[in-house]
Each structure stands twice: as structure tokens, then as C-alpha cells.
């Protein structure tokens, strides 16, 4: 008598006897979660690891809907380190799976940063070592929104903190015009000083190797235009357009803020700096090039500040150094620090109690 061929398992078979036991009176979602952990436990030892991802996703979904956080969250843990294991690709559809669960999960307590730090370390292998761009962005917007996708409407808790920090990662322009809105709203839309905010959208991005002039333009750029927007508080500080510091560069929206004007002539200025591979000797030239002009700008914005200006916080100050040693090649006395953009995003991610008063008042 031959031997039984092993049938192929299938989501149509594999799937049912877990959900029924949401379905049942009462619901069993412990017994769904355990039935689902060693279903797929066994799929994945078999090398069915596709098919694995499918059911801890569809279970981890329903979960969720039943206000099960921490169990639908376990899952869907499970279901992003069956991704990396099995070798899904970063696309469309595995992060829009992902994206539905982080949807579902409740925004208060950690289960929502739970599966999205390890979403965010599995999208890693699509090619950005921090994590996927787009990832970010939507994380980003969750945060900020507390609405999203799929049909589901969260309670919008505004968490500043985290949704600035994804929204930073991603790096995308459309990113950082959200950030600008963010910022906007945390200031109380320009009822506190705008500048730190101004700062906190715009130098972690020009503090980056090689400095990201997109999104640190849009953020910007979108930032100004809220700030003279009729439902704006700081509409009045717009004092009229100048031309930027050369012929070739955007107008300056002038403003009674030191640090709003300086943070628009130090964007126009590194979008002036030498090309990667030039050397120090020869980006300075003769007449010290747009290296001078870097550091002349840093001159008088810190003296018309003074000691308790933006630009006198040592993480803000330490960030506009490493700028000047990594894009117009200033030799630095303390080159040798390493933590330095760590240092400023720690300052400048300071919730709206701690970080911002740390910023100075102007």
C-alpha cells in the first residue's frame, strides 16, 4: 500500500477553528491566542512560514477588534518576526498588514510601541537602516492624528513626543510638512515662542550626513505658513520678504524672531555647501568661501541672542558645530564626540513640560 501523501495546509482549513473561538458565548480569546501560537509554530517548522504570517495576522486582527491588546499585540509581534525569519519583503502589502494591526492596537499604555518598535527594526531589511521610510511616516501620523486607515478611529491623544520622533525618521517630505503642522499645534498655534518649535523641526535634519535640505525646506516652509495664517498667534511677527544672503537663493520671510531669520539663512546656506568629496583647503579658498559665510551667520545670530537665546543650548549648539565640521569641513576642537546628534535629539524630543523651556524662550 503506498504511503499517505501529507495534504498541504490551508488557510481555509487552519484558520476557522481559531476564530471560533471569538465567535463562541462566551468568547475564548485566550484560547484563540494559544491555538494560533501553535498552529503557527508548527507551519513554521514545516516551512510554511507565508502561510504562518497570514493566520497570526487575521487572528492578531481579531483580537484586537475585541479590545484584546495584549494577546492581539503578541501576535502580531510573532507575525513581524515570522516576516524577518521567512524572509517577507518590505513591500506594500506586508507593511500595509502591519499597519492595520498598529491601527487596532489602543493608544494608551506600550502595546502600540511594542509591535511598533519591532515593525520599524523588521522594515530595516527593505534597505534603510532606520527603519522604512514610509513606516515612519504613518507611525507619525498615528501618533499625531489618532486617526488612521482601515476604518478605525482611535481616541486622538496628540502623543507630540513620539509622532516627532517617527516623523524625523522618516525623512520624507511630506513627513516633515506634517511635522510643521505638529510642531504648530504644539505650540499652541504660535502661542508660544515658535523658534525652539522652528528649531526642533529643522536642524535634526540639517544635522544629518550628508545634511537632508528636503525636508528640512518643506518643514520650513510649511512651518512659516501656518505661523501667518488668520488663526495663527504670531501672525503679527511677520515683518515682509528679503533676498536671501545671494542672488541665487529663495527669499527670506524677515520676522521679529532671531531665530526663525536664522534658521531660514542657515538653510540657504548649507544648501551653499561644498560637495561631498571636496576638500577643506579647497572649499575655503581664498576668501574662506561659504564656510566664512557659515560662520559669520553663527556670529551674529548667537550675539543678537545672547546667553539665554536658542542658539546658546548646548545640544542646539553642539548640533550647528557638527554642522560645521560635517558640511563646510570647520575644523572642530572636539571633533572627537561622537554622541552629539544623540545629545540634541534628546533635548529637542523633550516633551512640551521638560524639553521646550530647556530651549530657551527665544
Known amino acids: 500500500m503506498p504511503p499517505r501523501t501529507a495534504r498541504t495546509p490551508t488557510l481555509e482549513a487552519l484558520l476557522p477553528p481559531i476564530l471560533s473561538n471569538l465567535t463562541s458565548d462566551p468568547p475564548n480569546p485566550y484560547s484563540a491566542h494559544q491555538k494560533a501560537l501553535t498552529t503557527t509554530a508548527r507551519l513554521v517548522h514545516s516551512g510554511h512560514g507565508a502561510l504562518a504570517v497570514e493566520i497570526l495576522f487575521a487572528a492578531a486582527r481579531e483580537l484586537l477588534k475585541l479590545g484584546e491588546a495584549g494577546s492581539g499585540v503578541e501576535l502580531g509581534v510573532r507575525m513581524v518576526e515570522v516576516m524577518g525569519q521567512t524572509g517577507v519583503p518590505v513591500d506594500e502589502k506586508s507593511k500595509a498588514q502591519v499597519q492595520q494591526l498598529l491601527a487596532l492596537t489602543p493608544a494608551k499604555g506600550n502595546w502600540r510601541k511594542k509591535l511598533a518598535d519591532v515593525a520599524v527594526k523588521w522594515s530595516a531589511a527593505g534597505g534603510c537602516p532606520t527603519g522604512d521610510p514610509g513606516l515612519h511616516q504613518y507611525l507619525g501620523e498615528l501618533y499625531h492624528k489618532g486617526e488612521l486607515l482601515w476604518g478605525v478611529t482611535l481616541t486622538p491623544d496628540r502623543l507630540f513626543v513620539p509622532a516627532e520622533a517617527h516623523l524625523l525618521a522618516s525623512g520624507k517630505r511630506d513627513a516633515a510638512t506634517l511635522l510643521a503642522e505638529l510642531l504648530f499645534e504644539w505650540s499652541d498655534k504660535g502661542r508660544q515662542d515658535p523658534g525652539p518649535y522652528a528649531v526642533k523641526g529643522t536642524l535634526p535634519f540639517l544635522a544629518q550626513s550628508p545634511p537632508n535640505v528636503l525636508p528640512a525646506s518643506a518643514f520650513l516652509t510649511r512651518f512659516l505658513s501656518l505661523l501667518q495664517s488668520p488663526g495663527s498667534a504670531s501672525s503679527g511677527i511677520f515683518l515682509g520678504a528679503a533676498p536671501g544672503p545671494?542672488?541665487?537663493?529663495?527669499?527670506?520671510?524677515?520676522?521679529?524672531?532671531?531665530?526663525?531669520?536664522?534658521?531660514?539663512?542657515?538653510?540657504?546656506?548649507?544648501?551653499?555647501?561644498?560637495?561631498?568629496?571636496?576638500?577643506g583647503v579647497q572649499a575655503r579658498g581664498t576668501d574662506g568661501g561659504v564656510a566664512r559665510d557659515w560662520q559669520q551667520l553663527l556670529a551674529r545670530y548667537r550675539r543678537i541672542g545672547g546667553s539665554d537665546g536658542v542658539l546658546a543650548n548646548p545640544d542646539v549648539n553642539e548640533a550647528l558645530e557638527h554642522i560645521s565640521a560635517a558640511v563646510f569641513l570647520i575644523p572642530q576642537r572636539n571633533a572627537g564626540q561622537n554622541d552629539l546628534l544623540q545629545n540634541l535629539m534628546g533635548s529637542l524630543f523633550g516633551g512640551g513640560g521638560g524639553g521646550l523651556p530647556a530651549l530657551g524662550a527665544r
Open 246 to 279: 545671494t542672488p541665487s537663493d529663495a527669499y527670506v520671510e524677515l520676522t521679529t524672531s532671531p531665530t526663525l531669520n536664522f534658521l531660514q539663512l542657515a538653510l540657504a546656506t548649507v544648501e551653499r555647501a561644498p560637495a561631498p568629496g571636496v576638500s
